[in-house]
């Protein structure tokens, strides 16, 4: 441990993380995970507490991190990022001014119909002439992906607005109120999966992990122009960024390393990756310095780019 770690002490403290998502969702599951676990690896073991803060996209628990005092950590829908980017005006946060303490895990995202449906796969989604999907608020994940089928691979697809996050537009689907939705891949109970109650029709991220058919398409193989496949890399960026963690920049440095250090260790650590697989939950790190350098990527995006990224996740 460095000299600078070593300083900082959590002993009686209570460390926070604020989660910008209802329960039952993969931003929730990962802090969750993340609670139980990072204490341990902090000087002085303090205690973990949880408190979900959804509204406006997760935006609202990023401003409370903003005026939060120190120990406090706040996970939320990475995509809030590239709408502060392309959509300052909406979201007036600047996620430089942040410290991350790492991301446990790309969010591997897929796209799928029930079975229902009649859709088996992509060149079906795309013959059919209306597909309903569920959403959140503008500028969420599940409503960026969305607004990516429509725009750049031309699905004719109806938003639901409405539902509070994930866990709701599941129910939603089980009962027949959309046709199919976009989301993590480990948010998805495995017995849809195994069962067949969904086909799976794209795959957001190139990732591919245990159950998933490899022959399921990859979105950005299928985009043949150039500027399109850059305005996709840049509203795919937040599924690479995944499960981030981070803190107000204000943070004292001290705190910071023991955080980052703790988190860096907890990531590796033989009992954490076992509940995280028990859980169905991927395990792919970043340290909190490499979210920091690709976020300052993100801000360097041309303007071109930007400014088409911004009319489709606008929607």
Same mark, same amino acid.
């Given at each position: 441990?460095?000299?600078?770690?070593?300083?900082?002490?959590?002993?009686?403290?209570?460390?926070?993380?604020?989660?910008?998502?209802?329960?039952?969702? =993969?931003?929730?599951?990962?802090?969750?995970?993340? !609670?139980?676990?990072? +204490?341990?690896?902090? #000087? &002085?073991?303090? *205690?973990? /507490?949880?408190?979900?803060?959804?509204?406006?996209?997760?935006?609202?628990?990023?401003?409370?991190?903003?005026?939060?005092?120190?120990?406090?950590?706040?996970?939320?829908?990475?995509?809030?990022?590239?709408?502060?980017?392309?959509?300052?005006?909406?979201?007036?946060?600047?996620?430089?001014?942040?410290?991350?303490?790492?991301?446990?895990?790309?969010?591997?995202?897929?796209?799928?119909?029930?079975?229902?449906?009649?859709?088996? =796969?992509?060149?079906?989604?795309?013959?059919?002439? !209306?597909?309903?999907? +569920?959403?959140?608020? #503008? &500028?969420?994940? *599940?409503? /960026?992906?969305?607004?990516?089928?429509?725009?750049?691979?031309?699905?004719?697809?109806?938003?639901?607005?409405?539902?509070?996050?994930?866990?709701?537009?599941?129910?939603?689907?089980?009962?027949?109120?959309?046709?199919?939705?976009?989301?993590?891949?480990?948010?998805?109970?495995?017995?849809?999966?195994?069962?067949?109650?969904?086909?799976?029709?794209?795959?957001?991220?190139?990732?591919?992990?245990?159950?998933?058919?490899?022959?399921?398409?990859?979105?950005?193989?299928?985009?043949?122009?150039?500027?399109?496949?850059?305005?996709?890399?840049?509203?795919?960026?937040?599924?690479?960024?995944?499960?981030?963690?981070?803190?107000?920049?204000?943070?004292?440095?001290?705190?910071?390393?023991?955080?980052?250090?703790?988190?860096?260790?907890?990531?590796?650590?033989?009992?954490?990756?076992?509940?995280?697989?028990?859980?169905?939950?991927?395990?792919?790190?970043?340290?909190?310095?490499?979210?920091?350098?690709?976020?300052?990527?993100?801000?360097?995006?041309?303007?071109?780019?930007?400014?088409?990224?911004?009319?489709?996740?606008?929607?």
């Amino acid at each position: 441990m460095s000299a600078l770690a070593e300083t900082a002490s959590f002993g009686g403290k209570i460390v926070k993380i604020i989660v910008g998502m209802p329960p039952g969702g =993969g931003v929730d599951s990962y802090a969750r995970l993340v !609670q139980r676990h990072l +204490g341990r690896f902090l #000087p &002085g073991s303090p *205690g973990i /507490v949880v408190q979900n803060m959804p509204g406006a996209g997760s935006l609202r628990s990023v401003m409370a991190l903003v005026n939060s005092p120190e120990d406090v950590v706040g996970t939320f829908s990475s995509s809030l990022l590239t709408e502060a980017i392309s959509m300052p005006e909406r979201v007036k946060i600047d996620f430089r001014n942040f410290a991350s303490i790492g991301n446990v895990s790309e969010d591997i995202r897929v796209c799928y119909t029930r079975s229902a449906l009649g859709v088996h =796969g992509w060149s079906d989604l795309l013959a059919r002439e !209306q597909v309903v999907f +569920g959403a959140t608020a #503008p &500028g969420t994940s *599940g409503n /960026v992906d969305t607004a990516m089928l429509r725009n750049l691979f031309g699905v004719r697809l109806k938003q639901v607005q409405g539902y509070a996050g994930s866990a709701d537009k599941r129910l939603a689907l089980e009962k027949g109120e959309i046709d199919g939705d976009c989301g993590g891949w480990t948010s998805i109970p495995e017995d849809w999966v195994r069962s067949s109650k969904i086909n799976i029709v794209l795959r957001l991220s190139p990732m591919l992990v245990a159950g998933m058919d490899r022959d399921v398409p990859f979105g950005g193989d299928l985009l043949v122009n150039d500027r399109d496949r850059k305005v996709y890399d840049f509203l795919t960026a937040p599924a690479r960024l995944g499960r981030l963690f981070i803190m107000p920049g204000k943070v004292a440095p001290d705190r910071l390393v023991a955080l980052r250090m703790a988190f860096d260790a907890m990531v590796a650590d033989a009992a954490f990756l076992a509940e995280a697989q028990r859980s169905g939950l991927t395990v792919t790190p970043m340290t909190g310095s490499a979210v920091d350098r690709e976020i300052a990527e993100l801000y360097a995006t041309p303007a071109g780019i930007l400014a088409r990224a911004r009319s489709i996740a606008a929607e």
